[in-house]
């Protein structure tokens, strides 16, 4: 597979809140622009800014081995700031995810270049994740973050640079990214997206309580086409890392974890770093 043959983008975009009102509430063009929380929304012109596709710096050889490795490329410009919370990223979804995935000759098993970009000024985007390439198991092998050069100070004031680059980190190593090309995306029975993963879906019940199978986890509908599908729904699940709202969060919850068995990953089994075990006790049952 070429370097770039597989170009497909992916943009989960994180803005700062303009409004002042203490509710959020939501466009009626649903543009995803919304009144007062941090937020994810799209911006339609990268294939005009073709930010940085070019310039991923690719090892010659990769060193394989049978655990999950996140190889990772700053720009010279990268803030201290920002590549400590991505290495702490790294560190943990290197941790949790366990098992090799498919790759490339080059990268084994996810290449991270994170970038500093100017995408629209202070305040609106303040990052976005663009996948080059996909391996043959449909999950990301190379991947790009950019982060708003007018926006990271403001990010670290606030203390939310964690939450935020964790989040970029599980689309790039396959949340929301990967279900449409694994077809794990359907609808319930009054026509809502819900993600149809196993795991997911047998988590989403328990939280929920469901008297009756769900059809699956509800899915954010509103938004860009880059938004909408590719995050839980905020509306039915509260305060949770991956949905639509930058919420603070620093932790992957059950239900996300779930949801990346379903794509093809292995969950650690370290009982050291204490990752639910009922993950693992599903993984043994659907399989």
């Known amino acids: 597979m070429g370097f770039f043959t597989a170009f497909m983008a992916f943009f989960s975009i994180w803005g700062l809140g303009q409004g002042q009102n203490a509710g959020s509430g939501r466009s009626s063009d649903h543009n995803d622009q919304r009144d007062a929380e941090p937020e994810y929304n799209e911006v339609s012109n990268l294939a005009e800014r073709q930010l940085g596709s070019d310039t991923v710096d690719t090892a010659p050889e990769a060193e394989l081995d049978d655990s999950y490795t996140i190889d990772v490329v700053f720009d010279d410009d990268v803030p201290e700031a920002l590549r400590e919370s991505v290495l702490r990223a790294q560190e943990k979804l290197e941790t949790l995810i366990a098992g090799d995935v498919a790759g490339t000759d080059t990268i084994d098993d996810l290449q991270v270049h994170i970038q500093m970009a100017g995408i629209d000024g202070q305040g609106a985007s303040v990052a976005r994740t663009l996948v080059n390439e996909f391996g043959a198991d449909d ?36 949340f929301g990214v990967s279900w449409e090309r694994l077809g794990l995306i359907g609808e319930d029975s009054e026509g809502n997206p819900v993600f149809t993963g196993e795991h997911a879906t047998a988590v989403y019940a328990e939280m929920t309580e469901a008297d009756d199978d769900p059809a699956g986890v509800p899915l954010e509908q509103h938004g860009s086409g880059f938004t909408a599908q590719r995050h839980w729904d905020e509306e039915r699940i509260d305060g949770e890392l991956m949905i639509g709202y930058l919420t603070g969060q620093t932790s992957v919850s059950d239900l996300t974890q779930a949801s990346l068995i379903d794509i093809g990953h292995e969950i650690s089994d370290d009982e050291e770093e ?14």
């Open 139 to 174: 999950l990301p092998v190379d991947v790009d973050i950019f982060v708003d050069e007018d926006d990271i100070a403001a990010l670290a004031e606030r203390d939310d640079l964690d939450s935020l680059v964790l989040h970029e980190m599980l689309h790039a190593v396959g």
């Open 274 to 287: 204490q990752w639910d075990s009922r993950i693992r006790e599903l993984a043994d049952l659907v399989f």
